[in-house]
């Protein structure tokens, strides 16, 4: 479903922050992304999101060539995908309720649609009681969670999350890893770049652990992350 082929992203020059990067990802499977700060996660998901184009090889969707979506049929190609990002990025002005069905207003879905789905959504992330309330008057477990219900209330193929816990103490984290783990059992692909080593080895998944840029190890499931080396 998803191919990276040889794809490597130079910033500055003689700098690959992702070097050859060759990466299969089937339709429903859950990825983690691990290796330490600066190995390249964000960018491989940058990548994906067309945020940024490779300097070398190819990312396939579905068979088509990301790196050749023009501008116009970006966002098109971008609702196929939900993404949700460490810092929650809610509007503020804007309730719960309205900062979900402002992303559905903008791929056009019917105000009779957006009655029906927020609620199915706010209560499948357990916030039914919030849709009125302002993201400032959350918490940031809270937050989170809207996030989650905005990016999946258009149904994509797709979830990525870059650090989706990386502002939560460890039990609000393994609450938002649930709804991660529930929007994959109904078949979304959830792609997730992750530092919290607990949250990867409970849930034993393919983990592909970057280092420099390069893949370092691909373990397809019953993926682990091991205590750092001390060196
Ligand atoms: N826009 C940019 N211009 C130049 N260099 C960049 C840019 N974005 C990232 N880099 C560099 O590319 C490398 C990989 O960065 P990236 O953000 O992908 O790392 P990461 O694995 O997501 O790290 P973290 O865990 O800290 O989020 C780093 O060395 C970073 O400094
Ligand atoms: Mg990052």
């Known amino acids: 479903m998803i191919e990276f082929n040889n794809v490597s ?10 070097k050859n990067i060759n990466l299969h990802i089937e339709a429903g499977e859950f990825l983690f992304i691990v290796g330490k700060s600066g190995a390249g996660k964000s960018t491989l998901i940058k990548l994906l999101l067309k945020e940024i184009n490779p300097t070398e090889g190819s990312i396939k969707y579905n068979e088509q060539d990301v790196t050749k979506i023009r501008k116009r049929n970006l966002a098109e190609y971008r609702r196929k995908i939900g993404f949700v990002f460490q810092d929650y990025r809610l509007l503020p002005r804007l309730t719960v309720y309205e900062n979900i069905a402002f992303a559905m207003e903008m791929i056009c879905c019917s105000s009779k649609n957006i009655r029906r ?16 309330s302002y993201p400032d008057e959350l918490s940031g477990g809270e937050q989170q969670r809207v996030s989650i219900a905005r990016a999946v209330v258009n149904r ?5 999350a870059d650090e989706p816990t990386g502002n ?10 649930k709804i991660f783990n529930e929007i994959n059992k109904r078949g ?4 997730m770049a992750t530092h919290d080593r607990e949250i990867v080895n409970n849930y034993q998944r393919r983990v592909v652990e970057l280092k420099n840029g390069l893949i370092l190890r691909d373990t397809k499931s019953g993926g682990r992350v091991n205590e750092p080396k001390k060196d």
């Open 9 to 18: 992203k130079i910033y500055k020059k003689d700098f690959a922050a992702v």
């Open 117 to 132: 789905e927020i609620p199915v959504v706010l209560s499948m992330v357990g916030l039914s009681d919030k849709a009125k």
């Open 156 to 160: 994509p193929e797709t979830i990525i």
């Open 168 to 177: 939560l103490d460890p039990e609000t984290s393994s609450e938002i890893m």
């Open 188 to 191: 979304t692909t959830v792609i």
